[in-house]
């Protein structure tokens, strides 16, 4: 097994703004000024990945091809959550931190309108925030797999699993606290095991010659295998509320106090679900 780190996420960025862990970065525009989108585009990222997969490598960087296109590009790090961050919820991700960057990033940009890519749980918290505050200047919201509809039980992967009532979400968070990256990754990884855990190496032996899968390889399985925890507060209501519940769709989540209303989201709106969400089925 490969152990050393490939060099992943190397695209030129400036942090502008933290608040606890997470910190919003400005990548370093390679057009002039008056060649850009007037429009800046945030990269909200999900809580239990490093966002480094959008700019994977040279050459294979999401963010370093729009870049050369003209955005404007800013991304919205979560960070590591450590053990006093364990009561952190969707909530303060919605209501907090996301609104907190944006203020940031508008007054960095001078701009009343912005546009959202969000990847797996990073879609679900734009998402929320956009049917919680419509009025805000989102003018277009971009979803990489986000899980939002919880309502086939007999799904395959984590949907089946939780839906059996002896899987319980607090024992767990009362025994960690967080939820562990290595369980989150072991969840994914049995779900396809053959695959995960052979497949994937014998795809690698079998192009020990090309130069290019290696590289390709080695950047995204150090990517995979660099695991973050997802804070307690936030795991116990993904499984009880989203995916036992499925309150959002079935309109009964509330968020301090106000109900999360679909039918308010105003933004032009782009739903792909072809991507990597580990959500759909850690453990």
């Known amino acids: 097994m490969m152990t050393t780190k490939a060099k992943i996420g190397q695209t030129p960025k400036e942090l502008i703004w933290t608040l606890n862990k ?21 990269l909200v990222f999900a809580i239990m990945n490093r966002p480094h997969v959008l700019d994977l490598r040279p050459g294979h960087s ?14 919205l790090d979560w960070g590591v959550p450590g053990p006093e961050d364990k009561h952190t919820t969707f909530d303060d991700y919605t209501l907090e931190y996301l609104p907190r960057a944006i203020r940031k990033l508008k007054a960095e940009t ?7 890519l969000g990847w797996c749980l990073g879609a679900l918290i734009s998402t929320l925030y956009a049917a919680l505050r419509p ?17 086939d039980k007999q799904a395959g992967g984590f949907s089946r699993w939780t839906s059996d009532p002896s899987y319980n979400a607090d024992a767990l968070i009362d025994a960690f606290g967080n939820m562990p990256g290595e369980l989150i990754d072991y969840g994914a990884k049995a779900l396809k095991p053959v695959e995960n855990y052979v497949g994937n190496y014998l ?5 020990l010659d090309n130069p290019n899968v290696v590289a390709s390889w080695h950047a995204m399985n150090t990517w995979v295998t660099d695991l973050v925890p997802m804070p307690g507060g936030a795991y116990r209501q993904l499984i009880n509320e989203f995916y036992k519940e499925n309150r959002l769709m079935n309109g009964t989540l509330t968020m301090r106090g106000e109900r999360v209303d679909l039918s308010k989201l105003r933004a032009n709106l782009l739903l792909n679900r072809i991507a990597i969400c580990r959500s759909e089925r850690i453990p």
């Not at 910190?23 to 945030?42: C, D, I, T």
């Not at 701009?111 to 959202?116: G, K, L």
């Not at 009025?135 to 309502?151: H, M, Q, R, V, Y």
């Open 62 to 75: 999401f963010v370093a091809y729009m870049l050369e296109r003209g955005y404007d590009i800013y991304l």
């Open 22 to 42: 997470a910190k919003l970065y400005r990548y370093v525009p390679v057009v002039p000024a008056e060649q850009r989108h007037p429009v800046p585009l945030l």
């Open 203 to 207: 795809h690698l032996w079998d192009n």
């Open 110 to 116: 001078g701009s009343a309108e912005f546009s959202i």
């Open 135 to 151: 009025d805000d200047g989102l003018k277009n919201l971009i979803l990489l797999t986000a899980p939002l509809d919880f309502s």
